[in-house]
């Protein structure tokens, strides 16, 4: 069962008490558990949105630490090259 089958499910709880399909007293207990359930949707999904925006961010990060490697590696190669270029000047 995922979030999603549990959203169906307090749907079809509330229509189903919108129908009257329960007494007056399995009501009360019906409403407390729908409450809960939608209470527990509400903050997965938040938990969900976050973790996907952290997933984001730490992408990003990723990215900057890989351009940040490849400018240096670039860098070192033209010091690299400059240097042999020196070198061969001055020979």
Known sequence: MNLQDM???LAAVDVA????????LEVGQVSEVAVKLNNFLVEAQKA???AAAAQAEAGATAETT???????EATA????AT???TNDQAV
């Open 7 to 9: 959203s169906v499910l």
């Open 17 to 24: 008490v919108k129908r009257g399909v329960f007494s007056v």
């Open 48 to 50: 969900q949105e976050a």
């Open 66 to 72: 890989e351009a940040t490697a490849e400018t240096t």
């Open 77 to 80: 190669e033209t010091t690299e």
């Open 83 to 85: 240097a042999e270029t």
